[in-house]
Structure formats: structure tokens, C-alpha cells
């Protein structure tokens, strides 16, 4: 292990210890915490947790979804290399936030901690939900009738059963992401989170699921209740600019209210490392400010998302329309054409 860290693990089981070397509490856990002040190339390091849960998560994920794209070329379907990469690129983020110097040093540090929401939370979801899991899920499972299409049914009820569409209306969306913020930094939850290891961990999944459930329905990618025809009719393209119309301004006010604060807001950085000359105030300050910052990054990569995606959706229906006109005519025009001779028709006999 690298002289910068310390690794405590007590007989009996392991436990969580802060920064001056007392238990954080009694439960179990396990959790290095770094020693030496912090510098990039210390919180850049690559020091995953002795037991790495989202890195391995990850891992599993980047293998199991590369084994789905190489059974669909084996059965001749070409899988999009932009979503294996999306989703390729994503995990790795998850893993560059939780696998390094940033897992540890955010247990030390606000500023670093919410780097570490910020990536989980509004930007690695952005990229794997842009892998399309579920589509690739979908494409994967046999479709027969019998027991072998049953996973598939499965998925498919689900997706589309009452309950999912409750999860993915933008009102609970909206709440859920707002509450990771508002919910979470604004009351004791964060600090009984913080002093467990099952805690810590838990709270970065939370980062993650939250924000891949918010940006599954804003982007689109896969299917959803979103799509079906009973899901809010006629909101169509507008509702995903709404929902980041109306996150972005309590999401940038989340930051100014930790930027501009006199008060900690958490217990949990209240007494720094010593040696490490760092005033907790000032870093939760940074730390507002990166929460503020940080907003513009995601809501231009998916309005840029959401640009590329209705421009495809258009070119694909001229390309139908111009399909439909071969085969059967320009129908409109045709129409259109036979309304006008039916007109100068009763114009001539009104004449005559």
C-alpha cells in the first residue's frame, strides 16, 4: 500500500476510522483514509478500496455488456460502436471517482466528495444510459414463446407496468434527483452515511442510480414508459428540455447556497487533518462552487444529445415519406390535385 494511505483494520472486524485515528463508529466496515496532505498526483492516484465495490460493479458491467454485443454479431446484428464506447467511457468515469485517490481523500475533503457526486451523479449516467443497456438486453434475449423467451416478457411487462411508470414520470424523477442535494447535504443523513463504510458506499450507488433513472428518461435511448402512448400524450419533444429547464435552477442554487454559506452544513469535515493546514469552511466553499460549475457540463451534453437525436428522428421520416411516395405515389399531392380540378369543375358550371 502507498505510504500516502493508512489502512486501519481492527480485530473482530473492520471499522471505519477519521482523520485523527478514532473509530468513526462501532459498526463494520472497511475504508482507507489518506495521511499525507493532498496534492492531483495523490488524489489522481490509483488507490481503490480494499474492498472496491463500484469498481468491480463496473468491471462486471464493461464484460457483461461487451459479451451481449459479440452474441448479436455472432447472430449478424450490428451493434452501434458510439454506444459500446458510451457506455465503455461511463463505467470507466464510475471507476476514476471510486477506484482512486478521490474515493479516500473524499472522506477528507467536501471539495473532492463532491467532485466525486458531481461525476456519479450528472455524468457518468449521462454516458451509460447512452449505452442503451436495455435495448441491448432486449436484443439479447431470445424472443421465442416458450420458457427460454420468459426473461424477456419479464423485462418487457416491467418496463411498461405501473409501477415503472410511477418511477419514471418527471415528477418523481425531479423529486429524487433534487432530494440526492436538498434531501441529503441539508440534514443528518449525510453525517450517519459518512460514518460507516456500508454507508459511504451506499450513498455513491444512490449518486448513481438516481442520476441514471433522471437521464433515462430525459434521453431516451431505451425503451420506457415514457414511450408508450398512454405516458403523457402530447408532451413529446418538449418534456426532456422542461425537466432540465427546471432542475438546472435549483441545482446552480444548491451550489450558491454551499458557496455563500458561514456555517458548515455538514458535521463530517468539521476537523480537518492535522498538518494538512485546511480550513473546512473554505473547502465547502470550493465545493459549492464546483457544485455550481458543474451544472453547465451535463445540460449542454444533453441538449446536444437531444439536437442529434430529433435531427435523425427527422431525417428517418423523410426517408419513409420518400419510401411511401415511390411505392404508392405522392398521395398529399395527389389530393391536393384533385381537389383543384373539382374546384374549377363547379367553377365551369357555375358559368355555364
Known amino acids: 500500500m502507498a505510504p500516502s494511505l493508512h489502512l486501519w483494520l481492527l480485530t473482530g472486524g473492520p471499522t471505519l476510522m477519521t482523520g485523527d485515528g478514532n473509530p468513526a463508529d462501532g459498526s463494520e466496515g472497511l475504508m482507507w483514509m489518506p495521511m499525507q496532505p493532498p496534492t492531483l498526483e495523490r488524489i489522481l492516484a490509483w488507490h481503490p478500496q480494499p474492498i472496491p465495490v463500484l469498481p468491480v460493479a463496473m468491471l462486471v458491467l464493461i464484460v457483461g455488456y461487451l459479451v451481449a454485443v459479440l452474441l448479436l454479431r455472432r447472430r449478424g446484428v450490428r451493434w452501434p460502436w458510439g454506444r459500446t464506447a458510451a457506455w465503455f467511457v461511463g463505467a470507466l468515469t464510475v471507476v476514476a471517482v471510486t477506484g482512486t485517490g478521490i474515493d479516500g481523500y473524499g472522506m477528507e475533503m467536501f471539495s473532492v466528495?463532491?467532485?466525486?457526486?458531481?461525476?456519479?451523479?450528472?455524468?457518468s449516467p449521462i454516458l451509460l444510459a447512452l449505452g442503451a443497456p436495455v435495448t441491448l438486453l432486449l436484443r439479447v434475449l431470445p424472443a421465442s414463446r416458450g420458457l427460454s423467451g420468459s426473461a424477456r416478457r419479464t423485462l418487457l411487462r416491467a418496463l411498461h407496468s405501473r409501477p415503472a411508470r410511477i418511477v419514471a414520470h418527471p415528477a418523481t424523477t425531479l423529486a429524487l434527483f433534487l432530494m440526492s442535494l436538498y434531501g441529503l447535504y441539508f440534514t443528518p443523513v449525510f453525517d450517519v452515511l459518512m460514518g460507516t463504510w456500508w454507508g459511504h458506499n451506499i450513498m455513491l450507488v444512490h449518486f448513481l442510480l438516481i442520476g441514471m433513472l433522471y437521464f433515462w428518461g430525459i434521453l431516451g435511448v431505451d425503451p420506457s414508459p415514457r414511450k408508450s402512448g398512454k405516458f403523457m400524450p402530447g408532451a413529446g419533444a418538449v418534456l426532456p428540455v422542461l425537466e432540465i429547464a427546471v432542475t438546472?435552477?435549483?441545482?446552480?442554487?444548491?451550489?450558491?447556497?454551499?458557496?455563500?454559506?458561514?456555517?458548515?452544513?455538514?458535521n463530517s469535515y468539521a476537523v480537518p487533518m492535522p498538518g494538512w493546514h485546511l480550513s473546512p469552511l473554505a473547502d465547502q466553499a470550493t465545493g459549492g462552487g464546483i457544485a455550481w460549475g458543474f451544472t453547465e457540463l451535463p445540460t449542454l451534453l444533453v441538449l446536444a444529445v437531444l439536437v442529434v437525436k430529433w435531427q435523425r428522428s427527422e431525417q428517418r421520416a423523410n426517408r419513409a415519406?420518400?419510401?411511401?411516395?415511390?411505392?404508392?405515389?405522392?398521395?398529399?399531392?395527389?389530393?391536393?390535385?384533385?381537389?383543384?380540378q373539382a374546384l374549377a369543375s363547379r367553377d365551369g358550371n357555375g358559368t355555364a
Open 321 to 340: 415519406a420518400d419510401r411511401r411516395r415511390a411505392r404508392e405515389g405522392d398521395v398529399d399531392l395527389d389530393a391536393y390535385n384533385n381537389y383543384l
Open 113 to 123: 466528495h463532491m467532485v466525486q457526486h458531481m461525476v456519479l451523479n450528472m455524468f
Open 248 to 266: 438546472t435552477p435549483f441545482h446552480a442554487f444548491f451550489g450558491i447556497v454551499v458557496m455563500m454559506s458561514t456555517t458548515l452544513i455538514v
